[in-house]
């Protein structure tokens, strides 16, 4: 069964980091693409980031590109996201994403129904 599992959410004021990581266990087979999706209340949940495992390719919402980076440690199985200059904007419950299908771009954003696997979500705050 496969498990992801959030965390390094908080709550910080406007400007600062936060390292959001997602352990993956349960894979039998190629993961081929992992993003970070966020939802914040009363809105749709969105993507923000994601990685082609194999190398390469990444996504990033206009929103947060050039403040997040999107990262992974295949020897770990771990996904991270590197969120800097934070902004009130960016509050939300931050979940991490797994198994898309080969057929996909990971590069080009990507809907919730590409992805197979959810983690639990982990709350981001950011105050003014």
């Known amino acids: 069964q496969v498990q992801l599992v959030e965390s390094g959410g908080g709550s910080v004021q406007a400007g600062g980091s936060l390292r959001l990581s997602c352990a993956a266990s349960?894979?039998?087979?190629?993961?081929?693409?992992m993003g970070w999706f966020r939802q914040a209340p009363g809105k749709e949940r969105e993507e923000v980031a994601a990685?082609?495992?194999?190398?390469?390719?990444?996504y990033y919402a206009d929103s947060v590109k050039g403040r997040f980076t999107i990262s992974q440690d295949n020897a770990k199985n771990t996904l991270y996201l590197q969120m800097n200059s934070l902004k009130p904007e960016d509050t939300a419950m931050y979940y991490c994403?797994?198994?898309?299908?080969?057929?996909?771009?990971?590069?080009?954003?990507?809907?919730?129904?590409?992805?197979?696997?959810w983690g639990q979500g982990t709350q981001v705050t950011v105050s003014s």
């Open positions: 994403a797994a198994d898309c299908p080969p057929w996909v771009d990971p590069s080009q954003v990507l809907r919730v129904a590409d992805f197979g696997y």
């Open positions: 349960g894979y039998r087979y190629s993961r081929y693409c």
């Open positions: 990685i082609y495992t194999g190398g390469g390719s990444t």
